[in-house]
């Protein structure tokens, strides 16, 4: 793991602890950060299928290289367009969170 650069975790609620541990710190994504990854993309609740394949194609499509320093701005990038896009539409563009440096 000492080469863990990014985990883009879209599935369901990946960066959710629960209603029931909601004073807990832990889910999936923060696991993922424990174990080395330096920058983890994951959401707060369910994305409908096609937002999510085009959020994670823009998401790759803008990041600048092999290393991921730029995550947190790309995906940043990424959910401005998209609020923009949809400004009505927060369970679109505010699921998806960005954790690491």
Do not use: K
Request: aromatic share 8%; hydrophobic share 45%; proline share 6%.
């Amino acid at each position: 793991m000492d080469q863990a650069e990014l985990a883009y975790l879209s599935a369901c609620s990946t960066a959710f602890s629960g209603i029931f541990h909601a004073n807990e710190s832990i889910h999936l994504a923060s696991v993922f950060q424990m174990v080395g990854f330096r920058h983890v993309v994951g959401s707060l609740w369910p994305l409908d299928d096609a937002t999510a394949a085009a959020v994670a194609r823009e998401f790759y499509r803008g990041l600048p290289g092999p290393d991921a320093d730029d995550a947190a701005r790309v995906l940043h990038r990424v959910m401005r367009d998209l609020r923009r896009t949809h400004p009505d539409r927060p369970d679109l563009w505010a699921a998806l969170v960005h954790h690491g440096p």
